[in-house]
């Protein structure tokens, strides 16, 4: 966990989460939902906010009304559409460095869209389940953590 809720280096007053990963590392959709919007055109990066908007991304409506978004895919490294319906374990895209991005990882962020429409959001935590999947917990930045189920 390269930076974790409310980090440093991007995540100030925001419930989000950077797993460091290798370029072109299976994404797996974390609940499910359908696909609401999908970028993959961008091949910028730079670690200043100057290139946020070069960052690709896949994002899913899940049915308690909560938006996921898988952030930095690669270009072209979307495996979903608009419209698909995905299940959990499902792989939507490959990780890549795209966007504001000080090195290749997936940015992850799950939100609640502003009832008055504007660009505001209320980011929320996410729990995840860890080892062999009886313990679920909110991650922690600089912690590695692993799957065992």
């Known amino acids: 966990m390269y930076q974790g ?6 995540h100030q007053n925001e419930n989000s989460l950077d797993f460091v990963m290798p ?10 939902g359908l696909v609401i919007d999908v970028l993959q055109s961008n091949n910028r990066s730079c670690p200043t906010r100057s290139c946020a908007p070069f960052g690709n991304y896949v994002s899913i409506l899940h049915s ?3 938006i996921a978004q898988y952030f930095h895919i ?3 490294g979307a495996k979903v559409n608009i419209g698909d319906k995905v ?6 895209a490959l990780s890549g460095n795209t966007g504001w991005s000080n090195g290749p990882h997936l940015h992850f962020v799950t939100f609640l869209p502003s009832s008055t429409g504007d660009k505001n959001r209320i980011t929320i935590k996410t729990l995840f389940r860890t080892g062999d999947g009886k313990k679920a917990e909110f991650l922690e930045e600089k912690k590695s953590y692993s799957r065992a189920y």
């Not at 809720?5 to 991007?10: E, P």
């Not at 072109?24 to 974390?30: F, N, R, V």
């Not at 299940?87 to 939507?92: E, F, N, P, S, V």
């Open 64 to 66: 308690d009304g909560t």
């Open 87 to 92: 299940t959990k374990g499902q792989l939507i």
């Open 74 to 76: 690669q270009q072209n």
């Open 23 to 32: 370029e072109g590392t299976e994404i797996l959709a974390a609940r499910e």
């Open 5 to 10: 809720y409310n980090g440093t280096f991007s």
